[in-house]
């Protein structure tokens, strides 16, 4: 009977700690685009792709999102060659299929169509489960203006935030 309350115990503080291991963020995204929406999507990887994302090797600087036959695709993101697979190798920039509910996957799509957005990976992690996600975002790119206008927002904040710490 003591071990069916330590087990409940543990299952309920795993639950609580919804973890991710984050591999790779695309940092500029933010910067180029106004984030509208996210969506989180699985990846149908390699046995190799996975050792690399494990080691933590990937690139997301010039990878989008593209609808190709009724299915979803992450073209352009560069997960490098594992050294250690010799023959069984994978295509380092070849395009990868993303997993989402058809439902999810109509409305991103319809409303990137229809409002001419584009669809930019923003980080590759691995879940609590340990399966590895994109969190795609549906995005508008700003204009040189937009973005300078932010930063000086932030540069007055950061300001701001100093000025009352040295108080």
Same mark, same amino acid.
């Given at each position: 009977?003591?071990? !069916?309350?330590? $087990?409940?115990?543990?299952? =309920?503080?795993?639950?609580?700690? $919804?973890?991710? *291991?984050?591999? =790779? %963020?695309? *940092?500029?995204? #933010?910067? *180029? +685009?106004?984030? /509208?929406?996210?969506?989180?999507?699985?990846?149908?990887?390699?046995?190799?792709?996975?050792?690399?994302?494990?080691? !933590? $090797?990937?690139?997301?600087? %010039?990878?989008? !999102?593209?609808? #190709?036959?009724?299915? +979803?695709?992450?073209?352009?993101?560069?997960? @490098?060659?594992? @050294?250690? &697979?010799?023959?069984?190798?994978?295509? @380092?920039?070849?395009?990868?299929?993303?997993?989402?509910?058809?439902?999810? /996957?109509?409305? +991103?799509?319809?409303?990137?169509? %229809?409002?001419?957005?584009?669809?930019? @990976?923003?980080?590759?992690?691995?879940?609590?489960? !340990?399966? &590895?996600?994109?969190?795609?975002?549906?995005?508008?790119? *700003?204009? /040189?203006?937009?973005?300078?206008?932010?930063? $000086?927002?932030?540069?007055?904040?950061?300001?701001?935030?100093?000025?009352?710490?040295?108080?």
């Amino acid at each position: 009977m003591a071990k !069916g309350k330590s $087990k409940k115990k543990k299952a =309920a503080t795993s639950a609580d700690q $919804k973890t991710r *291991r984050v591999i =790779a %963020e695309n *940092r500029k995204a #933010r910067h *180029r +685009f106004d984030v /509208l929406e996210t969506l989180e999507c699985g990846l149908v990887l390699v046995g190799s792709e996975v050792k690399t994302l494990r080691d !933590g $090797k990937v690139s997301l600087n %010039e990878a989008y !999102g593209r609808m #190709r036959d009724g299915e +979803f695709w992450l073209v352009g993101c560069d997960i @490098p060659e594992y @050294p250690m &697979a010799t023959i069984w190798n994978h295509q @380092p920039k070849r395009p990868r299929k993303l997993l989402v509910h058809a439902r999810e /996957l109509r409305r +991103f799509a319809n409303k990137a169509h %229809e409002k001419g957005l584009t669809l930019v @990976p923003l980080q590759i992690y691995f879940n609590e489960r !340990g399966v &590895a996600k994109v969190l795609m975002g549906l995005c508008r790119g *700003r204009k /040189l203006h937009d973005k300078r206008e932010i930063k $000086k927002k932030a540069d007055t904040e950061r300001d701001l935030r100093r000025a009352m710490r040295s108080h």
